[in-house]
Structure formats: structure tokens, C-alpha cells
């Protein structure tokens, strides 16, 4: 049985295939490198600056940006200018952002005198304020190209402050000395070209300018803030020792609430809460202002008036000034009165207190009647009790009860007695005047007369007897018939005689009209 061997790699070929897995991982992470260390363009961020002098800056020191490094110097070239050309490789990602604005300063790493590169991309700007733009791109065909241009107008490369020094000793002083009187006449046409070097040299010295010359191109507002600042302190200058004295107490004060420390920080640690509560105190005070919005409207359209009443208020004093006076007179003249009454008054608080559980008790039962309809009720009693003592039948309104006291006028009789003065007093028909009581009982005794015929009838009522009965008993012809009907009345009265019926009471005889007038008379006091 054969067997194909070219499907399979041999053993020896596997090694052969590891290391070109490996080659091609190590591509792949160079480029992974690349692309993070490089732009967007392919070539790496590179910033040529110029400096007038880079005196112990080596190629490889680190390129600084607020003490972070950001990347290292690539090379350094002197420039047609005698000048120092320094390529900065920035391989930090975020920092290749330099702007027309950018700064870079040459500055000691170490005592041994190693130098660095601290460079600020761009200048702090108001927030909202245009950026700068980019650093211009060297062109094709010149030095440097591909590369962003920084000018000398933004480096600076400090003297180191051991040159300084070594300048104040000899031989030091003396040869620099002996160099500037030899390049005199040479230094003496680039003048303009020295002051930028020191400048450039010293950045103190360049900050200084720059505040300078902001300075002259603001002077007409320094000048205006200095009138104002003249006039603003004229008046603290009038009361400058008060001015004074206030911060005396102002340190006498913090001394105090230094003195407080713990109630201050008791204070501090209350606050949050204090807060929490504030808020929902504003906002029932924002529903309070919202809805006293309409008084506070009504008020503004009521103001007009206020206005009137207050302007009237003076005239309405005046007036009242007599008032017042004559209230003044009449106190002095009632006070002692008024003196006078307070035993009166301490005699009426004793009443008062006396009579207060009286005046309550009064107060609970008057209370009590009016909730339940008592004198309502007392009424309906008054009514229907005046109903049950008077009644009403064809001759009118008459009673059924008499209340009488004991005496000889007790009973109702239709002869005189002895010692009885109530009696009827006739009338005489003919001359209209009134008989004497003597002559009044003799006629009643005699019988004669309408008079007692009427008392009779009515006696005979009083018994029981009806209206009816009482004419049929004693008719008008006859007084012994009379008198004998009123024996009979009366023996039915005592007797067993009941009242007449309703029917008999409401419906009398014909003939007992004119009786029935004059007992209604009698009745009704005519």
C-alpha cells in the first residue's frame, strides 16, 4: 500500500513556518507602532526650532511639556545665521498640536550641565477665544522640510547662572572685557540684532517688554482708571481714619471668631441640613408671593386712593386738634367722677361674681327653651288653657270656670243680699240716669222690670239650662211664672239635670233673639 508524503510537511519544515509566524508578528507590531508614533500622514511630528545659542544641548535629551516628556531632540544644525536649527520628535500622542503662539526655552536638567528642551505648545487663552493657528510647514526644496517651523522669535536660551558668576572673577572678567573692546566696532552696527540676543537671552527681560508695551497700548485706560481711582478714593481719603478703624475691627472680629472655632465648625456641619430645609421654605414662599400676587395687584390699583387718604390725613389731624383738646378738659373734669364710681364698680363686681351662677343657670335654661321650643310650648299651653276656661256657643263667648274669692258676692243670686255691693246698676230709659242701690234692690225684690227677667235667664244659664231653655222658663208675661222657673232652674242645677246637647245649644227657639243680645251684652260687659 502506498502512501503520498507531499500532503504533509516534513518535521523539519515546521521550524522553518514558526519563525515566519514570528517575522510576521513583529511586522504587524512595528506597524501597530508606526501608526501610533507617526500622523496621519505617514511622518512623524517633528518641530524645527531655532535658538541663538544651544550651547551643551546634545542630541537625544528629552523634549519637555509642563514636565511631562513628550519626546526627544533628533538633531541639531547651525543655520546660515549662525544660528542653532534643533529638531524636536515629538512621539507623544495629544501634544502634536503646536501652535503660531508655541514658546520652547533651553533650560539645566542637572548640576553636571546637561540641558533639556521645555517647550509650552501654545499660550493660555480666554476660554471662548479663537485658537491660534498650526506652525507653517516647511515647503519642499528647503532646509528642513516636512518639518514645522518655530522662529527664534519664540525660543530663548538662558545664560546659565555659573557663566554669570565666572564672569565676576578673574580672568574671566578681564577676557570679556578685552572681547568686547575687540568686536566694539563690529557690535556697533547690529545693535538692534545684541538687545533682541539679551533679550531672547533673559525671557524675564521679554515677559518685561511684552507687560510694557500691553501697558502703552492700554495708557488711555490707565490714565481714565487713574481718574477714577483719584476720584473713588477722595471720599475713603475724607474719612480715612474711619476707613482705618474698620479694618482694626475687621482683625478684631476674625480674633472673635477664631476665638469660635468650634461653634463656627458646628456651624459648617449644619449647614447642609440648614440648606435642605431652606428649600422647601422658598418654595412655599414662591407659592405665598404667587398668590398674594392678586392683593398686591388689587393694592397697586388701590394706591391712588392711599395717596388721597394720606394726603387728606394732615387736614383730618388738624381737625381733629379741637377734638382732642376738648376731650383733654373733659377728662379732667369727669376724672374724678370717674374716681368716684370705682366703689361702685368693685360693689358691681361683686354683684357680677355673685350672680354668675344665676346668670348661667339663667343662660343653660333660656338656652335649653329656645333649642327645644319651650316657649312655643309655653304659648300652646296659655292658648289651649284660655280654650278649655272659655267657650263659644250661638249667643257668644261665655266661661266655664269662675275663680272667685269667698265672700256674701260668691254666688251669683238674682236677689240683693245684705252686705253685697256688686250689683248691676239698671239704666232708666226715660231720663237716662243711674238708680240708687237701695231703689235697685227694691225693684229686684218687687220682681219688676226687664232687668230681672235678663238676671234670671242668665241664672238660669249659669245652672246648666240653655239659651232656649232659660227664655222658655221664664218668658217675658208673668213674674210668678218667672219666679217659679227659676226655682225649677236652680233645682235642676243642683239636681240631676244634665246639660242640654250641643244641637239644642247651637239651634234656640225664635223667640229668644232679643234674650240672646242681652245676655251677649252681659257677657261682653256692655
Not at 65 to 72: H, I, L, N, Q, Y
Amino acid at each position: 500500500m502506498s502512501t503520498d508524503t507531499r500532503a504533509q510537511p516534513s518535521p523539519r519544515a515546521r521550524p522553518w513556518i514558526r519563525g515566519v509566524l514570528a517575522a510576521l508578528g513583529l511586522v504587524a507590531v512595528g506597524l501597530a507602532v508606526y501608526f501610533i508614533f507617526f500622523n496621519e500622514e505617514g511622518n512623524p511630528y517633528r518641530v524645527r526650532a531655532i535658538f541663538d545659542n544651544a550651547a551643551n544641548l546634545t542630541q537625544g535629551e528629552q523634549v519637555k511639556v509642563a514636565g511631562v516628556p513628550v519626546g526627544s531632540v533628533e538633531s541639531i544644525e547651525p543655520t546660515p545665521k549662525a544660528q542653532a536649527a534643533v529638531v524636536l520628535e515629538i512621539s507623544r500622542p495629544g501634544f502634536e498640536n503646536f501652535r503660531t503662539d508655541a514658546s520652547c526655552t533651553i533650560k539645566p536638567q542637572s548640576l553636571l550641565g546637561e540641558k533639556y528642551v521645555d517647550c509650552q505648545p501654545t499660550q493660555p487663552h480666554v476660554e471662548g477665544a479663537p485658537v491660534p493657528p498650526a506652525l507653517k510647514v516647511i515647503p519642499e526644496g528647503e532646509e528642513g522640510a516636512g518639518q514645522r517651523l518655530l522662529p527664534v522669535e519664540n525660543t530663548s536660551s538662558p545664560v546659565d547662572p555659573d557663566l554669570v558668576q565666572d564672569i565676576q572673577q578673574l580672568p574671566q572678567r578681564e577676557r570679556l572685557r578685552i572681547i568686547l573692546n575687540e568686536l566694539g566696532a563690529g557690535l556697533e552696527g547690529r545693535g538692534s540684532d545684541l538687545h533682541e540676543v539679551i533679550l531672547r537671552a533673559n525671557p524675564a527681560l521679554r515677559e518685561t517688554n511684552r507687560v510694557l508695551q500691553i501697558l502703552a497700548n492700554e495708557n488711555r485706560v490707565l490714565s481714565k482708571l487713574a481718574v477714577d481711582s483719584d476720584q473713588a478714593l477722595a471720599p475713603l481719603a475724607a474719612v480715612r481714619q474711619k476707613f482705618a478703624d474698620s479694618f482694626v475691627q475687621q482683625g478684631k472680629v476674625a480674633a472673635a471668631s477664631a476665638n469660635q472655632e468650634t461653634a463656627l465648625s458646628r456651624n459648617l456641619e449644619l449647614f447642609p441640613q440648614f440648606l435642605e430645609q431652606l428649600g422647601p421654605a422658598m418654595e412655599r414662599l414662591g407659592r405665598f408671593g404667587e398668590e398674594t400676587t392678586p392683593v398686591m395687584r388689587d393694592l397697586g390699583i388701590a394706591a391712588p386712593g392711599l395717596n388721597r387718604l394720606f394726603a387728606a390725613l394732615p387736614a383730618f389731624s388738624n381737625l381733629s386738634i379741637p377734638y382732642f383738646k376738648s376731650l383733654g378738659a373733659f377728662g379732667k373734669t369727669a376724672g374724678p367722677d370717674f374716681k368716684a364710681t370705682e366703689p361702685l364698680l368693685e360693689r358691681l363686681e361683686t354683684l357680677g361674681t355673685a350672680a354668675q351662677p344665676f346668670a348661667s343657670n339663667l343662660s343653660s335654661l333660656l338656652s335649653s327653651v329656645r333649642s327645644t321650643g319651650g316657649l312655643e310650648r309655653l304659648m300652646d299651653f296659655i292658648f289651649l288653657t284660655a280654650g278649655t276656661t272659655n267657650g263659644y256657643n250661638a249667643l257668644g263667648h261665655f266661661l266655664r270656670a269662675n275663680l272667685t274669692t269667698v265672700s256674701l258676692c260668691s254666688t251669683y243670686v238674682a236677689i240683693e243680699r245684705s252686705g253685697c255691693g256688686a250689683n248691676f246698676r239698671p239704666q232708666d230709659s226715660e231720663s237716662g240716669s243711674t238708680a240708687s242701690v237701695s231703689s235697685v234692690g227694691n225693684a229686684l225684690a218687687a220682681g219688676a222690670g226687664p232687668t230681672q227677667l235678663l238676671l234670671e235667664r242668665t241664672a238660669a244659664e249659669l245652672h246648666g239650662a240653655t239659651a232656649a231653655q232659660a227664655i222658655e222658663e221664664f218668658p217675658s208675661s208673668g213674674s210668678h211664672h218667672g219666679s217659679a222657673g227659676a226655682s225649677s232652674a236652680a233645682a235642676r242645677g243642683r239636681g240631676s239635670a244634665a246639660p242640654a246637647s250641643a244641637s239644642s245649644a247651637t239651634t234656640p227657639a225664635a223667640g229668644a233673639h232679643g234674650a240672646s243680645r242681652l245676655l251677649l251684652n252681659y257677657l261682653l260687659g256692655e
